[in-house]
């Protein structure tokens, strides 16, 4: 099971543990339950990865997580057992999005303020721009 930020562990109610292996196990008999939402593209029809199984893509063990599909750890409705890759590649553009929103967060903290008409939610570097010096 992947870990919960303490910050969040409340959302997930105190019988997260027990609902969980209900989903991975119970219901999902171990296996995960991806039907190709995650968009690997990689399985035609549900995933075959096991939990603790080498995983068919990679020499991982797999590790069967309880996703939420609408990523909002309070909804109940919406999950379902996926492999740590389907997992992950489903979340991707959430992910994403959390790390924007985290960088905007500490660059603002740090008294970085944007200027009028720049856009800081894409890494900039020196990479990304021509820096051509002009010899006087």
Known sequence: ???????????????WPEFSASIRFDRAGGRCECEGECGR??????CSNLHGEQAYSSEAIVVLTTAHLCHTPECRDHVKAMCQGCHLHYDRDHHAQTRATT??????????????????????????????????
């Open 103 to 136: 960088k905007e967060a500490t660059r603002l903290a740090a008294g970085q303020h944007a200027l009028p008409g720049m856009d800081h939610s894409k890494s900039h570097d020196s990479t990304d721009h021509d820096e051509t010096e002009t010899q006087p």
């Open 41 to 46: 593209g990689t399985h035609h029809g549900r």
């Open 1 to 15: 099971m992947s870990p919960i930020r303490p910050e969040n562990k409340a959302r997930y109610g105190a019988d």
